[in-house]
């Protein structure tokens, strides 16, 4: 599975953006799908996972701002983020894990590359 993230940009604060994920392979649907972040000086945090089936996590810091879905017919995972706050810079990394823990990078067995996401107070 090769990952391609986009999506990320400079918005202030309280503004919203949609990350996309879109996954190569056959078997996307099979995986569940994770969003984490790393910002500078800082390790690699969970963000969101969505499971094949569309159950859904989140880490406490974005339940009820983030939204992660994904569309199994076009290999692509999403994460909408709504009233975005400063400590919400970072570069965000999608992931694919087949039977690991959704919430640990280290157990994904896939990335995509980052993409920024700077928000301006």
């Known amino acids: 599975v090769q990952l391609q993230a986009c999506g990320g940009g400079l918005v202030q604060a309280g503004g919203s953006l949609r990350l996309s994920c879109a996954a190569s392979g056959r078997t996307f649907s099979s995986y569940a799908m994770g969003w984490f972040r790393q910002a500078p000086g800082k390790e690699r945090e969970f963000v969101a996972a969505?499971?094949?089936?569309?159950?859904?996590y989140y880490a406490p810091s974005v339940q009820g701002r983030f939204t992660i879905s994904r569309d199994n017919a076009k290999n692509t995972v999403y994460l909408q983020m709504n009233s975005l706050k400063p400590e919400d810079t970072a570069v965000y990394y999608c992931?694919?894990?087949?039977?690991?823990?959704?919430?640990?990078?280290?157990?994904?067995?896939?990335w995509g590359q980052g993409t920024q996401v700077t928000v301006s107070s």
């Open positions: 992931g694919a894990v087949l039977s690991g823990s959704y919430y640990y990078w280290d157990e994904y067995d896939y």
């Open positions: 969505i499971t094949w089936s569309g159950s859904t």
